[in-house]
């Protein structure tokens, strides 16, 4: 099966249902940005620290996953030069709409990140991923595209889960129905999970994929943080189930 396809089409509905991710910011959370008042987000409720970005004034900025109109915008309102790939259709049009409402220019591309990315080598200072990556079943070869596009000295701000929520079916957060990995690919029963709750296709990853796989893509990483899922029985227990990793390219 075409699982990114299904993806694809399953997260253009959800934009359509109202979805949290894929609602743009208002024009008065674009004029705050301008005057210096912003935060972004990798992970469902931590603001990402200024200090991981630097300057952003002149920097070309690749918006990995990251269509929907809630972050590049921000990025665009100070100064930043910004592209957004994406294989969700919704997401993009989000990302047109702000930018046509607020007068910036925007690269926008219809694609998908499991594919080489259409882009040169070293043609980015800085690619903002947010968790996303749980919708692919190989994460190393991405970390590896992100390598190449970045220039030196070059910046990966990412968001990641820890696998944890691929234990528990539905809201039940507490009973462990789930092994892992979870791969809807080999195992019907977690496809069938995923089918009944309208989650499209997920797929766990270890730390050694996340974290592992950008050091041996040959990235430094400088920081991270961990942060819940926002609501529900393990965001009340402070039990983490996201990360974000700041890393760098030598």
């Not at 809630?70 to 990302?95: K, R």
């Not at 889960?161 to 691929?166: A, E, K, P, R, V």
Request: some cysteine.
């Amino acid at each position: 099966m075409d699982y990114q396809k299904l993806n694809a089409e399953t997260i253009d509905r959800w934009v359509r249902e109202g979805w949290e991710w894929g609602i743009p910011i208002d024009h008065a959370t674009f004029a705050a940005a301008k005057n210096g008042n912003w935060n972004v987000v990798l992970t469902p409720t931590k603001p990402v620290p200024h200090e991981w970005f630097g300057e952003l004034k002149g920097k070309k900025i690749l918006g990995l996953a990251s269509g929907g109109g809630q972050q590049m915008p921000i990025f665009a309102a100070l100064g930043a030069d910004c592209t957004v790939l994406d294989y969700s259709t919704a997401q993009i049009e989000s990302e047109r709409t702000v930018a046509a409402r607020e007068g910036y220019s925007i690269e926008l591309l219809h694609a998908d990140m499991t594919k080489p990315l259409p882009f040169s080598d070293e043609s980015f200072d800085l690619i903002f991923h947010p968790v996303s990556n749980c919708y692919v079943k190989e994460v190393k070869p991405i970390w590896q595209e992100c390598f190449r596009v970045l220039r030196s000295g070059g910046i990966l701000l990412a968001g990641l889960d820890n696998g944890i929520n691929f234990l528990f079916a539905g809201d039940d957060e507490i009973t462990v129905v789930n092994s892992l990995p979870f791969d809807p690919l080999q195992n019907a029963g977690q496809r069938r999970q995923l089918e009944e709750d309208d989650c499209g296709m997920q797929f766990s990853h270890t730390l050694e994929e996340q974290l592992g796989g950008q050091l041996e893509a040959g990235f430094r990483l400088t920081h991270l943080y961990e942060d819940t899922n926002g609501e529900g029985f393990l965001h009340e227990k402070n039990i983490p189930s996201f990360l974000a990793t700041r890393a760098v390219k030598p």
